[in-house]
């Protein structure tokens, strides 16, 4: 199946996208939810398969592959949702909502683990939910469409009257 993935290394402003929409590693949360299904059947198969073994000690192999896996769900987690009002910034173990007026600049720079975004209170939140790691095109076309959505839609905020 041929790539249809448009070119991002022009410079050129691209196409706002329809709002609601959310950003978040596809390739990464399926790759992490695989392997956190898979954790967790192999080693409660593991527990339960081994011979000796009373109960408590088959329940604390399940307890732990339940562990394992909910960490490698929480991984899984971050996405980035925009809508008409704000953004919404879903990190691991925490959820931040976001005026359009609030954020200033949206960063991927080059060796950048994941987006920041520039606030108006003088500080940098980690964006979690556009990440370059496997899909690194894909995260360069998100970083730039939420750049375009945040600059069209503080850029369209009235000013508070100033006195």
């Not at 929409?21 to 527990?47: D, E, K, M, Y």
């Not at 998100?142 to 945040?150: E, F, H, I, Q």
């Amino acid at each position: 199946m041929p790539d249809t993935t448009p070119d991002t290394t022009s410079d050129a402003t691209p196409a706002l996208p329809a709002l609601p929409v959310t950003f978040r590693p596809g390739r990464t949360r399926v790759v992490l939810s695989v392997l956190a299904v898979g954790t967790f059947v192999t080693i409660s198969a593991v527990g339960m398969l081994l011979d000796g073994l009373g109960t408590g000690e088959r329940l604390s192999f399940a307890l732990t592959a339940l562990l394992l896996a909910g960490v490698l769900f929480l991984l899984a987690r971050p996405r980035i949702t925009a809508d008409d009002a704000g953004v919404t910034v879903v990190n691991l173990t925490t959820k931040r909502r976001l005026a359009w007026a609030e954020i200033l600049r949206v960063n991927l720079r080059q060796g950048d683990p994941w987006a920041f975004l520039d606030l108006s209170d003088g500080t940098s939140l980690p964006a979690l939910g556009i990440q370059p790691g496997i899909a690194r095109q894909r995260a360069i076309q998100d970083a730039r469409a939420l750049r375009a959505l945040a600059e069209a839609r503080s850029g369209a905020a009235p000013e508070a009257p100033r006195g």
